[in-house]
């Protein structure tokens, strides 16, 4: 000792991951997943939305809930970037979430898409729902 690196605080940099298949709803066709990738020791989520038979450019707000697809209406407890279908009906969307500090990946949480472009009227309609679980 005495060069000054003596460690004051250890621990390991593990992520925890979890994973969401998105069923369609209200006879919309689209389906999707959700993968989740949370760095406790920073605070940083990853969530990564990918979704399949939306109407070529539309756009759909999607949400992390607290809860489940059923009976569903919980809560929003993190919003993610829209995602915005291209001409075969296709969407991916990438959001990086700072200062998560709990997760709920065993139960607790399920992803929602919507009809959009807004949540006004028709367009908070659910489209699509995944329960989130430890992948």
Request: hydrophobic share 40%; glycine share 16%; charged share 5%.
């Amino acid at each position: 000792a005495g060069d000054g690196a003596t460690p004051i605080a250890c621990g390991d940099v593990s992520p925890t991951q979890a994973v969401a298949n998105l069923e369609p709803l209200n006879g919309s066709g689209a389906a999707g997943h959700a993968q989740m990738t949370w760095i406790p020791a920073t605070g940083i989520m990853v969530v990564l939305v990918s979704m399949q038979g939306l109407a070529p450019g539309s756009v759909h707000p999607d949400h992390i809930h607290a809860g489940s697809c059923v009976p569903g209406n919980g809560p929003i407890v993190y919003s993610l970037s829209n995602l915005t279908a291209n001409a075969v009906g296709s969407a991916l969307g990438v959001t990086i979430l700072r200062g998560v500090t709990s997760v709920s990946f065993d139960g607790g949480w399920y992803v929602n898409v919507h009809q959009g472009p807004t949540l006004a009227g028709d367009g908070a309609t659910p489209i699509s729902c995944g329960n989130v679980r430890p992948a």
